[in-house]
């Protein structure tokens, strides 16, 4: 009998300790929110946009400052094929409980041969929110990351 109780009471114990770490690793997935994307960020993009039926080559970086309420203010200085422009970002965004969301931005140029427009993007939250993943979802070829300055 006596090995036989330990053996028991150490499979409950190790059962509730594996119930412990599954519930809390579920956790630690969960719980995002708009909160969780507030800071200023650098950022670098790369890719092919739409241009009028033509994929040309975009490539940039930018400052995108989030104020963890869902706006999202900046700016960006970029080449589309040969290009040089700048503008000025303004635009909202979603998070959703497992860090992914979107973001919808309107870009605004006055640099000579770029125009401004908008576009939206598929997001997830990375390093605890240091770090965000983003991919444009308006048919335009682009990633980005950004990286917290703080």
Known sequence: MRIVIPGILAAALGALFISL?????????????????????AGKFSGNIDAGGDLLPFHGIGIFVSDGKGNLSGHETYTVDITPCEASISGTYTIDAD???????????????????????????????REILLSNTNGDQVSEEWHLQR
């Open 99 to 129: 860090g992914s969301g979107t973001n919808a931005v309107t870009f605004t140029t006055s640099s000579p041969g770029c125009t401004s427009g908008s576009y939206t993007q598929g997001l997830a939250i990375a390093q605890r929110g």
């Open 21 to 41: 770490a599954v519930n809390g690793n579920a956790a630690a997935r969960s719980g995002f929110s708009s909160a969780s994307l507030k800071g200023s960020y």
